[in-house]
């Protein structure tokens, strides 16, 4: 099985290292192939730019599409990166894997009909970021402790108390949670990363805080997949009359969504990766079954093959459900990230800075 | 991890949820046929329904736009009021919130002792 598996995966090996070999021999690419600092927020660019097209001319398309492809892959990336590879204090691997699957258990009973059960998630997550602070304060310092504690319980406290709301929230914050984590933990401080950061965050709040979205809305695809633009402002942006201003935050939504994707599944793996040399697709494959096992790696291929025939049969509605599943890599990602804040260090033992 | 067992204890205390914001009757494609309870009826917002595709329209500076939505619409046999927010949910609401506050006072007090029995 594994012997037919990478049989299948070598074209792409090959077509990946003509590529490399090609654009390696133009002098103006050659600094980006060679140098993963480089290369790297060089690619998270363009893959915005593209993002960014598609989110003002085809919003609805990439929130459908986006989730079907690359949603369980980067959910996927996501716990591997964060829970499976890092070194982590005692406790803390279990904890983070059992609370995601207690969220994912509160969501599933929730999709069920089961009542009250926004709360008890919000509760769990609450529980979890707290227990993954408790857990990494050790040698840490106070004030380290104290601030990420604090700012913790007030979110608790405003997300029980707003939990539609709350959840609304973090669904467009942990789009940028991501993109944080990996210039916060695994990219070199650098102009280039700055310069990712600066360029996504702002293009996300020019996206919210301009007409572009409504103008190009007008003039591009209103509808994808059964799902209208409007529609999705409805549920991504409800309680707010002004259509232009509900359609700026799908349109941010998606773009960001889409950058979010890029991070785990490309910037992520690729920064987490000694020396400047990328990982082929074989190699990637061996390091996927390396960390999950047979078994693991046979559940993330079942998962692939039903949301794609889930998605060709009934696309809105497997987004919807899978949109609704994998929030719990939302609060993983914020439990994972005050972990390594209060301990000082990243996954990859960098210091963290404040 | 006394924080966190007395976070935990605080999610128990939370009472029923209670609307945070003018809630709109949008519901989901997985959601088609479920009950709801964020229907508008008689200009009354938070009644039980059920989860339906319908036809909307909204107001945008080109003139009013129709698009396929989902729609948590009013039972018809749906006359019982239950009251909406409950002033006990707020206060319960309010009540919570005291619960962090607490916590972090008893965190700061056990890393003050902490920080004591070193200097002994």
Known sequence: MTALSETLILPLDRARAAIFTRASRIPVLRPLVLKKERRVPALLLGHAFVALLLALFAPTFLLVVGPLTLGVPHLVSDVRQLVLRPQLPRLARPMLLYGSLGLLAARVLEEAGVPGMARAELGLAGVLVLGAIALASADARAWRVLGTATAALALLTCALVWPQNSRILLGHGHNLVALWLWAALYARASRSTALVVGVVTGLGALLVGSPLAWFCFQHGTQSAFGLHGLAAADTLAPGIDSAPLALGIVASFAFLQAVHYAVWLHAIPQQATRGNASLSFRMSFRALRGDLGQLGLAGVVSAVLVMAVGGALAPLWTKSLYLSLSAFHGYLEVAAAALFFVRGSGPLGARVEA | ?120
């Open chain 2, 1 to 120: 991890m006394l924080v966190v067992a007395i976070s935990l204890a605080g999610m128990f205390l939370v009472a029923p949820a209670s609307a945070d914001v003018a809630p709109p009757d949008a519901c989901q494609a997985t959601d088609v046929g479920k009950a709801c309870d964020n229907a508008t009826k008689d200009g009354k917002m938070d009644r039980p329904g059920t989860c339906q595709a319908d036809k909307c329209t909204r107001a945008t500076p080109s003139g009013g736009m129709s698009y396929d939505c989902y729609v948590c619409k009013a039972a018809a046999s749906a006359t019982k009021d239950d009251g909406g927010c409950s002033t006990s949910g707020r206060a319960g609401s309010a009540a919570l919130a005291l619960v962090p506050l607490l916590a972090l006072g008893l965190l700061w007090n056990r890393r003050r002792r902490a920080s004591a029995s070193w200097l002994e």
